[in-house]
C-alpha cells in the first residue's frame, strides 16, 4: 500500500491544509509539499508561456493573412490577453519573466505560423515584429504589411 500522497491525492491535500492551519507542522509531509508548492510555479511559468505562444500565433496570422480574418481570431487573441493580464495580476513576479518568455515564444511561433498559414518560413522576421507591450495592449491589432 502506498502513502496518502500517491493513494489519494485529493485527500492527501485536504489533510495537509489541515494539519498547516492547525499548527502541526510536525505531521505534515514536508518533502511532497514542497515540491507540490515547486510545481504550482511552474505551471503559472508554462500558463504564461502557453498564452503568449497562442497570442503571438493569431496576431501573426492576423497580419499575414488579412483576408482570413474574423470572429474567432478577434476572441482567441482578447482571450489569451486577458489570461495574460489575470496570470500577471495573480503573480505579478512573473513580469520579470515576460521578456524571456516573449522571446522564446516567438522562436516557436514562427514555425507554427509557418504550418497553419502556409507561408513560406522567412514571411515571418527572426526578431518578433511586435513588442511586448503591443502584443499585452487590447488596443493594439496589426495592418499588414505593405
Not at 496518502?4 to 491525492?9: I, N, Q, W
Not at 476572441?75 to 515576460?98: T, V, W
Amino acid at each position: 500500500m502506498g502513502s496518502r500522497y500517491t493513494d489519494d491525492f485529493h485527500a492527501w491535500t485536504q489533510e495537509q491544509a489541515a494539519l498547516l492551519r492547525t499548527g502541526r507542522l510536525r505531521d505534515v509531509d514536508a518533502e511532497h509539499l514542497a515540491e507540490e508548492i515547486e510545481s504550482m510555479g511552474g505551471s503559472e511559468r508554462q500558463a504564461l508561456s502557453s498564452r503568449l505562444t497562442e497570442l503571438l500565433l493569431h496576431l501573426l496570422k492576423w497580419r499575414h493573412q488579412p483576408e482570413r480574418r474574423g470572429s474567432s481570431w478577434v476572441a482567441s487573441i482578447n482571450k489569451q490577453r486577458i489570461g495574460i493580464d489575470a496570470l500577471l495580476d495573480e503573480s505579478p513576479s512573473l513580469r520579470h519573466q515576460l521578456p524571456e518568455r516573449f522571446q522564446r515564444a516567438y522562436g516557436k511561433v514562427r514555425r507554427y505560423a509557418a504550418v497553419e498559414t502556409r507561408l513560406p518560413m522567412n514571411t515571418f522576421p527572426d526578431a518578433c515584429p511586435f513588442t511586448v507591450e503591443q502584443t499585452l495592449d487590447p488596443e493594439f491589432w496589426p495592418d499588414s504589411e505593405t
